[in-house]
């Protein structure tokens, strides 16, 4: 279950500590939730299934169904944001979501090429979407997203859980308007089915909690505010 953190003052010390998680996602500060008087309004409610956005070097898998010669995989979005496509040349990616992209792609190809094509556009890689994985896992770093990513999902990523950690306390740190905001998660009940799967987005930090770092972890989970708005998967 979702535990909402408060704002507390802390000392020092414990800032120092959890900032030196903080610093990369900060400053990225791409792909912001709502926050504020509408994330309260809106808190816990699952956005639209295609909400992610493409990004400059993301690799796509675009399928025109029983037409293979136009169906491309591994196609990868260049830095202006576009791709090129057999028949129709360049198309702008960036900031469509895989709906958008399906959509334009088969109305594209149906004004002059065939009739009622189904096309689907999947992220294969999302080259511009990053997620650190910190604390107690097994191989801590900066992952690549492919496509939409839950929480276990980016543990996976870090190989999971270390044999010192408490798996009953996972932070998910998010910069919202400048600043770090964070939650917790039970990872051992998502894990079991006994609560659901939060999304994590671009420029999170995870930080799984050991258990032997109870001052640590109360430290950092009270010195940010919450946020509140989440996807689930």
Known sequence: MVRVLPRRRLGA??????SSFLLPAAAAGQDRPVTGALAATAAMAPL????????PLDKLNIVVFQVKDLSVDDLQVDASGQILLPLIGALQAKGKTTAELSAEIADRL?????????VSVTVAEAASQKVSVEGAVNDAGVFELKGRTSLLEAVARAKGVSKAANAHRV??????DG?????????????????????????DVVI???????????????V???FYLFTFL
């Open 208 to 222: 799984v909690d050991t258990s032997r770092s109870k001052s640590f972890w109360h430290g950092m989970v009270e």
């Open 13 to 18: 010390l414990v800032v120092a500590m959890a």
């Open 224 to 226: 940010f505010p919450a």
């Open 171 to 176: 932070a998910i740190v998010r910069n919202v």
């Open 179 to 203: 600043s770090p905001h964070a939650a917790t998660f039970d990872l051992a009940a998502i894990s079991a089915g006994k609560a659901r799967d939060p999304e994590v987005i671009a420029n």
């Open 110 to 118: 149906g004004e002059r090429y065939l009739q009622s094509p189904q």
């Open 48 to 55: 639209p299934a295609g909400d992610y956005r493409i990004g």
